[in-house]
């Protein structure tokens, strides 16, 4: 059981500390019951998005005991959340387009229960004008924090099985499944959302050469740089954020959750990224840059 359970994580360095404390022992129980099922990681996604949309609608009732037992769903959406990959990992089926899928799922589950959050304060606040602002900047901001952090997590695993350039590696994965079902019947939605996060992924990718120099730097030097950086980023990351909404929906004081992200997300992340670019300048330092590619 410990084997498959650690068989079912990402890298244990680069887990959320929730995540292996609290999320993914309660998900790994629930995969364990399914493992014989014909459930796919990708079904166990979209149950997760409907479990935060459900989530939302409770909260934005504003009253005490919907708002209480939209927790049960709050918990419910992280346990899936973490399931799906872990389902995947087990059964060795993921795809790309299913961490597209999961991904895209995460967002919309943020944003509904953002809107549930706006209502919520709606009912329950004089300021209604500022509430609607204070959500809008949250929401920005909460945002750029997760992107940070993923992509740092993102670029620690990817270093950590061998592969320096976490973005590129991505760009080359997509596009192979987008070539293998480009020429078969139905499947719109799945082409179409590979075929635009394929362009996202090469402008962003080539955005990032412009701006950076190519360094000789190996994975296991990246990995030795970086390994209390990715468990400072993870002290900021979703399951984190999800670990605190839900204690603070249990006490309907969801505006607490805001100013969680405003104040603390916010310093941590400025403070996180100073951090993170001194490291990279030190690791510079100690390389010679790569001839760039024309």
């Given at each position: 059981m410990l084997t498959q359970y650690k068989s079912s994580l990402k890298v244990t360095e680069a887990e959320e500390l929730v995540d292996l404390i609290f999320f993914r022992p309660l998900a790994f129980l629930f995969v364990k019951l399914i493992y014989k099922t014909s459930i796919t990681p990708n079904q166990l996604t979209f149950f997760s998005m409907a479990s935060g949309i459900i989530a939302a609608i409770l909260i934005s009732a504003a009253l005490s005991e919907p708002v209480i037992f939209g927790t049960f769903f709050l918990i419910l959406w992280a346990v899936l959340d973490c399931a799906d990959g872990q389902l995947a990992r087990l059964k060795k089926n993921g795809t790309p387009f299913g961490r597209l899928l999961d991904g895209i799922a995460d967002y919309v589950s943020n944003l509904a229960i953002f809107i549930g959050i706006y209502f919520w304060g709606f009912s329950n606040l004089e300021s209604q004008g500022l509430w609607?602002?204070?959500?809008?900047?949250?929401?920005?901001?909460?945002?750029?924090?997760e992107v940070l952090?993923?992509?740092y997590r993102s670029e620690y695993i990817s270093n950590y099985s061998g592969k320096s350039n976490f973005v590129e590696n991505e760009v080359v994965e997509f596009q192979k499944e987008?070539?293998?079902?480009?020429?078969?019947?139905?499947?719109f939605f799945k082409k179409l959302t590979l075929s635009l996060y394929i362009r996202y992924s090469s402008m962003q990718n080539s955005n990032r050469k412009e701006k950076i120099k190519k360094v000789n730097i190996s994975?296991?030097?990246?990995?030795?740089?970086?390994k209390t950086m990715i468990?400072?980023?993870?002290?900021?990351g979703t399951s984190t954020h999800s670990f605190v909404l839900i204690f603070l929906t249990f006490f309907n004081r969801l505006d607490l959750y805001l100013w969680y992200i405003l104040i603390f997300g916010n310093i941590w992340t400025v403070l996180v990224l100073i951090l993170q670019k001194l490291i990279n300048k030190r690791v510079l330092k100690t390389r010679e840059p790569l001839p760039v590619k024309p």
């Open positions: 609607l602002i204070v959500i809008i900047i949250t929401i920005v901001t909460y945002a750029a924090q952090v993923d992509y987008y070539d293998s079902i480009q020429n078969t019947s139905g499947q994975s296991d030097e990246y990995i030795k740089a970086n468990r400072l980023w993870n002290l900021n």
